[in-house]
């Protein structure tokens, strides 16, 4: 089980009692105390199993931002390296606080902080899948804070990384009541997801109002072998090629792999598996294989995905013949898609979901 990346952002108050402090330079005089409050991020490293390297909850580049609700005035701050951020905010107002971090200064999901006018600025920001990357996964939290001139205090700012992290632990068969697969040599060729929601917001789950059901929306919808070509980053995101593992009833393949995608809610109910008509889909993780020289897939749907969450299918065990399409299941009755699968979710304890 990984450690939580919850509570990572440990705010402490400062308190600087023998002048009051200038507000910055566009905001009007204020009377009252000014203190410096200093965001300090820190977290035990986790291993990112992407690659064997990095941490799935490294900060980086981040920002601070502290909007004052009594006058509408609003401070920011920002750090390319994860180090400290200070802000001087006001004694007795309070502030609504958020923290982004790993955020892209450049591309379609670039983020500057100098751009910020309003909260809504930053949680109906929209965030690309692959603006994330190992040791910077993106992350988001919020926080309310009413700096005192008394006493010393910690806060913290609770973040969450935007994607969902899908794990396959083992891959086994079990053709004892297929004598004629048993003969054959299943080998594992490649693993990876399909139907990965292209885009999320920082500031809400899959519930975003504005996310797009159209295809384009979508990454892999038709899956790897209809020779869809891999944006930068994704396939080490969304998948694992050229595994080539033979699999027997005797030797399981049990090397993790560890994709991320955004959250999703579709359930596997609500799949067409038609090609031909378009609407949201499950997400799905697929395992491409031989049986000798016939390449099949079979498919996993995975649980309705919340963000922050790690999915593992711990212990996936297949049955039978797979389909000829990775989005269709169309086998004879008699040769049906069997598979069993074993869930179990992680990151944080306190977060988890019964699945």
């Known amino acids: 089980m990984l450690q939580s990346i919850k509570k990572i952002l440990l705010v402490g108050l400062m308190v600087s009692c023998a002048r009051p402090l200038p507000p910055v330079s566009e905001e009007p005089e204020e009377k009252g105390t000014w203190v410096e409050v200093l965001f300090r991020a820190g977290g035990e490293a986790t291993k990112d199993s992407v690659s064997g390297s990095g941490a799935e909850n490294a900060i980086g580049r981040w920002a601070v931002f502290a909007f004052d609700r009594e006058n509408g005035w609003f401070r920011y701050a920002s750090s390319q390296s994860g180090s400290d951020i200070p ?7 309070y502030y609504r606080c958020f923290a982004i971090v790993n955020y892209p200064e450049n591309g379609t999901g670039a983020f500057l902080p100098a751009t910020v006018r309003t909260a809504e600025d930053l949680t109906e920001k929209v965030a690309y899948l692959g603006d994330n990357g190992e040791g ?5 939290g919020e926080a309310g804070l009413l700096p005192t001139d008394t006493e010393l205090r910690t806060k913290t700012i609770n973040v969450t990384r935007l994607v969902s992290r899908i794990d396959v632990t083992r891959v086994a068969v079990d053709f004892s009541a297929k004598p004629q697969l048993a003969a054959k040599t299943f080998t594992l060729r490649h693993i990876y997801i399909t139907n990965a929601y292209r885009t999320t ?22 899956g790897w072998h209809r020779g869809e070509a891999a944006e930068a980053g994704m ?20 090397v993790l792999s560890s994709f991320y995608a955004f959250p999703n ?6 799949d067409t598996h038609q ?22 897939y079979y498919q996993v749907h995975v649980p309705e995905m919340a963000r922050n969450h790690i999915y593992s299918a ?7 013949r797979g389909s000829r399409d990775p989005e269709i299941i169309d086998m004879p009755d008699d040769d049906a898609l069997l598979i069993t ?4 979710d992680g990151w944080d304890q306190e977060d988890d979901v019964e699945i």
């Open 87 to 93: 802000l001087k905010l006001l004694v007795g107002h």
């Open 136 to 140: 910077s996964l993106l992350m988001f």
């Open 201 to 222: 917001c920082y500031g809400e789950d899959y519930t975003y109002m504005q996310l797009s059901h159209a295809r384009a929306s979508w990454y892999n919808s038709g």
């Open 235 to 254: 396939d080490a995101l969304l998948g694992k090629r050229d595994i080539n593992a033979v699999i027997t009833a005797d030797a399981p393949y049990t």
């Open 265 to 270: 809610a579709t359930p596997a109910s609500a």
């Open 275 to 296: 090609l031909d008509v378009w609407e949201k889909r499950c997400t799905r993780i697929v395992l491409e294989a031989t049986l000798d020289d016939e390449t099949f």
């Open 314 to 320: 711990r212990d996936i065990v297949i049955l039978g």
């Open 341 to 344: 699968v074993t869930w179990q």
